[in-house]
Nanobody, 121 residues
Framework: QVHLVESGGGLVQAGGSLRLSCAASGILLKINTMGWYRQAPGKQRELVAIITRGGSTNYADSVKGRFTISRDNAKNTVYLQMNSLKLEDTAVYYC???????????????WGKGTLVTVSS
């Protein structure tokens, strides 16, 4: 079993910054990709950014140039630095990872419970 715990959400004014963190714990053999998704009220969950174990990244067009994803493999932690926040960035942000554990079934997807980011005008 893998547990993902997010932190760093909150209320921020438009144009401001926040940094999200997500730490993975459990009997982990290897974490492949880690990433952030978000779900705004009334909308489907969407990809924000992902990062491979080797550091390759991919971003949603809506956040390119404003958000930066990074990870610390030694700490099993992924970060999302969010700058120049806009009202439309308001959402619950979910941490995701694809990880291999000692259990059966090979690498599996795991999700955090989410952290709320609210951007105000």
């Amino acid at each position: 079993q893998v547990h993902l715990v997010e932190s760093g959400g909150g209320l921020v004014q438009a144009g401001g910054s926040l940094r999200l963190s997500c730490a993975a714990s459990g009997i982990l053999l290897k974490i492949n990709t880690m990433g952030w998704y978000r779900q705004a009220p009334g909308k489907q969950r969407e990809l924000v950014a992902i990062i491979t174990r080797g550091g390759s990244t991919n971003y949603a067009d809506s956040v390119k140039g404003r958000f930066t994803i990074s990870r610390d493999n030694a700490k099993n932690t992924v970060y999302l630095q969010m700058n120049s926040l806009k009202l439309e960035d308001t959402a619950v942000y979910y941490c995701h990872c694809n990880a291999l554990t000692i259990g059966p079934g090979g690498a599996m997807d795991y999700w955090g419970k989410g952290t709320l980011v609210t951007v105000s005008s």
